[in-house]
């Protein structure tokens, strides 16, 4: 009962009508794109619908986040290529199955939280990024196969399939400006399908990509060995699959949250992912993660709520069962003018109108991560190195900013207020600052508005005490917060200093 009311608990600015006619969208949307990624990676079609209605029905149920997507997505199936073309689809299933379980493990132990490190330069990087592919892969239908070789559309076909896209575009950008009872990605697939089927255009349709027929996914376990050398040859790519699952899932995510003005449960949709990727691995399915595309097809749609992935996921599944004859004459070009639409609408514009606001190195971090994004298609490669150069950009503007005002009091006691962080970056200016030879016997440095961040820290202290020492005078540390205390604590080996303490001075505490 519990989780019939978390389900259909709508506000009332959320009705039924919108999250039903947003999951029948998104299905639509889905389909072709499940379908051209398990193509791509060597699999079954089936294979990728079945990830799709998995993947799609668990995290709508017990994800953290109402009102995201998932499916069988091209960021996970690109991981499996090079398994599935050196050992087969079983090692694929049992990947999939052993990602899945880092993905839980990594929602129970709460690890989630930390796609919050991920800088908003990079976000911006990644989301133009995938904008750009959502785009690209779209201009790809524009080709055909002649002769065994990928060649441009030409003549007749070119301009039909021109015609229909534009037409697909213009539906969705004019319909809301008539009605908005009806979403209009939806209306435009319905619309260009009755103009190719009652006027007989001969143009591409879904079943040219493959077959969408089928059964319920059959449960099967892996047939592997269960051995060390299985698991030393499975484990690399179910590591990676999870990392860029997850890496994909939280962004989606945090675009869901800065979209709706809501926040989601990073950890609980780890566990949902986890879960849905578990059962794909027993259940016939190449696994998946969030997929931006069709989250911002549900949302420009007016869904919030967790129906219309429900409805989506059990859509794909009906039309597996009994629905493919209909949806394998829906035309490419219905689906590609969508998308185009959703790649739009994925792009950040503002960070155009912000670029010349913005630090140099965060606008290098951007470009980057997007000229990454576009050019290897791996999102979570891409992310990481923006992350790791936002990084050390902040660590290198830190160490700039550690100062020292010094002075002496009525006894001669020589004081250094620091000012800025100590850590492994501003090691070398710190030590500068010190007149070992000739400051007076008595030297206090005051931590009141710095902290001692790590080891590289620690040792600095450990040399400048050194060096003190060895010139016959004492030295002071004063107004050390706890954790940094608890950090000299532990490397007592390391170092012995006099640590002065203020009664009237207060620590703030969370």
């Keep these: ?46 294979v990728g619908l079945y990830a799709a209605f998995i993947m799609g029905l668990v995290t709508a149920v017990l994800g953290g986040r109402p009102g995201m997507i998932s499916g069988g997505a091209g960021a996970t199936a690109v991981v499996l290529i090079a398994l599935m073309q ?20 990594v929602g129970v132990f709460k690890l989630g939280k930390f796609i919050r490190l991920v800088p908003q330069p990079v976000m911006y990087g990644f989301v133009n990024g995938l904008a750009v592919i959502i785009f690209m892969s779209q201009v790809a239908q524009f080709k055909t196969v002649v002769n065994g070789e ?28 008539l009605t908005k009872a009806v979403p209009p990605s939806l209306m435009a697939i319905l619309v260009v399908f009755g103009v190719v089927m009652s006027l007989g255009i001969e143009t591409r349709l879904v079943k040219d990509i493959a077959s969408v027929s089928g059964s319920l996914p059959p449960f099967h376990i892996p047939q592997i060995p269960l051995s060390l050398e299985t698991l030393q040859i499975v484990f690399p790519y179910a590591l990676i699959m999870a990392g860029v699952g997850l890496t994909e899932s939280l962004l989606t995510l945090n675009l869901v949250d800065e979209i709706t003005g809501t926040r989601g449960n990073g950890n609980r949709e780890c566990v949902a992912q986890g879960s849905a990727n578990l059962l794909n691995g027993f259940f016939f399915g190449m696994g998946g993660c ?9 949302l420009s749609a007016g869904a919030r709520a967790r129906l219309a992935g429900i409805v989506a996921a059990l859509t794909i599944l009906v039309i597996i069962l009994v629905g493919a004859p209909f949806i394998e004459r829906v ?4 689906l590609v003018g969508v998308m185009v639409m959703v790649s739009i609408g994925t792009f950040e514009w503002a960070s155009f109108r912000i670029i010349n606001k913005m630090p140099r190195a965060d606008v290098f971090v951007g470009v980057l991560v997007a000229g990454i994004t576009i050019w290897l298609h791996n999102l979570a490669l891409a992310v990481l190195i923006g992350v ?7 660590a290198w503007e830190s160490a700039k900013r550690i100062r020292a005002r010094k002075y002496l009091d009525e006894n001669g006691t020589k004081y250094y207020e620091l000012y800025g962080p100590l850590f492994f970056g501003s090691v070398a ?13 008595e030297v206090i440095i005051d931590f009141k508005d710095s902290r001692v961040a790590d080891m590289s820290g620690i040792e600095a202290l450990n040399k400048l005490t050194e060096r003190y020492h060895k010139a016959g005078k004492k030295l002071h540390l004063r107004h050390l917060s706890p954790d940094c205390r608890q950090l000299l604590q532990n490397a007592g080996v390391v170092i012995d200093v006099n640590i002065l303490e203020d009664p009237h001075y207060g620590i703030v505490t969370d």
């Design 86 to 105: 050196s050992h087969g689809l079983e090692y694929v299933f049992a990947a999939v199955a052993l990602a899945g379980v880092l993905q839980i493990l």
């Design 150 to 177: 990928e060649v441009w559309l030409s003549g007749n076909a070119l301009f039909i399939m021109a015609g229909l896209v534009a037409l697909t575009i213009a539906i969705i950008l004019l319909l809301p400006r």
């Design 290 to 298: 969030a997929m931006i595309a069709q989250t911002l097809v549900n």
């Design 331 to 334: 035309p490419m070009a219905a």
């Design 388 to 394: 790791i150069i936002s990084a050390l950009v902040f």
């Design 429 to 441: 200016a710190f030590t500068e600052k010190f007149d070992v030879a000739n400051d007076p016997q």
């Design 1 to 46: 009962m519990k989780l019939y009311l978390r389900l259909f608990d709508f506000s009332q600015k959320e009705n039924y009508r919108k999250e039903i006619l947003a999951g029948l969208t998104v299905a639509m949307t889905m389909i072709p794109e499940s379908l051209s990624f398990a193509i791509l990676a060597g699999f079954p079609p089936l």
